[in-house]
């Protein structure tokens, strides 16, 4: 069982660059969600999915956009690196919008902003 | 809006001794209630949640949570700890209503078990 398996582990990019974090689960899952976690900060939502085609912001979505084609796969594209972005970043899915499973999580990607 | 305050940054205990990582939420509405544990370079394992009934619930390795309405809290709990506890703790609540998707997380907790 993978899971929810994100890729790439560590990234460095310069400022303005563009870049994409995948994330794909295999557990048929409908709700998937992306998190930034900063010290001190706890994890804050940008973007989440309750199923394919449907997405949504959450907390601090600027700077971020996301597409749900299939149930599997949740990118995440930064448009435009800025430094501010520099944090670890999850994905996380739960297997339904209902609430009431908890989340699995992948394993992040640390990501640094130069 | 949903909040959830984790009142302690650090909490250290020894081990063998019982232990209680603290948690306590804002919400309109019936909650659900998560509990997580982060080890270093890992993402967030599920520990326990309350979704309904008894106040008491168990979960993974041990730990187990109060569910206390009236002092809207949730507290982490563990008879006896372990060094192999230490780890970023963090509380999560969602709520049972059209809010769908947005769970809220706690700054989280680091607790330490020295030997």
């Known amino acids: 069982n993978a899971g929810v398996t994100q890729t790439p582990k560590f990234q460095v990019l310069k400022t303005g660059q563009s870049m994409t974090l995948q994330c794909a689960q295999d557990m048929n899952h409908e709700y998937m969600s992306w998190y930034r976690q900063d010290p001190g900060m706890g994890l804050r939502l940008i973007h989440y999915s309750v199923g394919a085609g449907i997405t949504d912001q959450g907390e601090v979505p600027n700077g971020y956009n996301v597409s749900r084609s299939t149930t599997e796969d949740f990118p995440l594209r930064l448009l435009s690196a800025a430094p501010s972005q520099t944090s670890v970043y999850f994905c996380?899915?739960?297997?339904?919008?209902?609430?009431?499973?908890?989340?699995?999580f992948g394993q992040g990607t640390r990501l640094t902003v130069v | 809006a949903q909040s959830v305050a984790q009142p302690e940054d650090q909490v250290n205990v020894a081990e063998g001794n019982p232990l209680t990582v603290k948690c306590t939420y804002s919400v309109s509405g019936n909650p659900y209630l998560f509990w997580y544990v982060q080890y270093p370079n890992r993402g967030l394992q599920f520990l326990l949640k309350?979704?309904?009934?008894?106040?008491l619930v168990k979960g993974s390795y041990g730990f187990e949570a109060e569910f206390n309405k009236s002092q809207t809290s949730f507290h982490l709990k563990k008879p006896s700890a372990l060094v192999s506890d230490s780890a970023l703790y963090f509380c999560?609540?969602?709520?049972?209503?059209?809010?769908?998707?947005?769970?809220?997380f706690g700054d989280g907790t680091t607790l330490t078990v020295k030997p």
């Open positions: 309350y979704i309904t009934g008894d106040n």
């Open positions: 996380a899915s739960s297997y339904s919008y209902l609430m009431d499973g908890e989340a699995f």
């Open positions: 999560a609540v969602r709520v049972t209503n059209t809010n769908a998707g947005k769970s809220t």
